[in-house]
């Protein structure tokens, strides 16, 4: 029996988000972002789970195998159905990082002062390919410290043992519907909608 994968729920009505996310994404874009795009990567890992059931190990190799697309394919959409998990989760507050006291210390700490990290992740963001994310992550398995990450895609440049407790999707389908081509502007509306005390609860469960 093949493993169900399931979209995480929002902490927020569909309804709910397309006031609550006005400032960063136009309200069709909450449904469509959520209901078509992050539901669209669980359904396809079900669709991979059920052909891992079958597929022949035997014919594995480097040039074309349908176990290695399976593979590939699931790598792909497990990332962008987990970092999506955590974009809407920690999206729909006020932006006001004293909202999560542990966190802002570590990223102060780290970073030297919240407006420095600011201008590091925004500049980690605006830097991926037209389809990446910006991501904070606890380095858990190597240096223990908080880092910017860029990722390609979904998964190239992802640090293994990167714990991510902030995730900004900067696919072109984020913001276009909205910003069109201003990826600055919406970084900048995504932090200014974060929301601390569940970033702060995140630290807290993985980190601490």
């Not at 006005?22 to 469509?32: G, L, N, Y």
């Not at 795009?37 to 480097?62: C, F, M, P, W």
């Not at 955590?86 to 780290?110: F, H, M, R, S, T």
């Amino acid at each position: 029996m093949s493993y169900e994968w399931k979209v995480g729920d929002r902490p927020y009505s569909d309804a709910e988000a397309k006031t609550l996310l006005s400032k960063v994404m136009s309200p069709e874009t909450s449904d469509w972002h959520y209901n078509k795009h992050h539901k669209g990567y669980v359904a396809a890992l079900n669709t991979i789970e059920n052909g891992l059931q079958t597929a022949d190990r035997s014919k594995s190799n480097g040039n074309y195998s349908e176990i290695g697309e399976l593979k590939r394919r699931l790598t792909w959409n497990h990332s962008g159905a987990l970092l999506h998990d955590i974009y809407w989760e920690i999206l729909g507050g006020d932006g006001n990082p004293a909202n999560g006291p542990q966190v802002l210390a570590a990223i102060e700490k780290e970073f030297g002062s919240f407006d420095r990290w600011k201008e590091d992740f925004k500049a980690t963001a605006f830097a991926a390919k037209l389809s990446g994310w910006g991501l904070l992550v606890y380095d858990a398995l190597y240096s223990q410290r908080l880092l910017n990450v860029l990722v390609d895609e979904h998964q190239y440049g992802a640090i293994w043992g990167g714990v991510p407790l902030v995730s900004c999707d900067v696919f072109e389908h984020a913001y276009y519907h909205k910003d069109g081509p201003g990826r600055a502007t919406y970084i900048d509306n995504f932090i200014d909608n974060l929301h601390w005390g569940r970033i702060n609860e995140r630290y807290t469960k993985f980190v601490k």
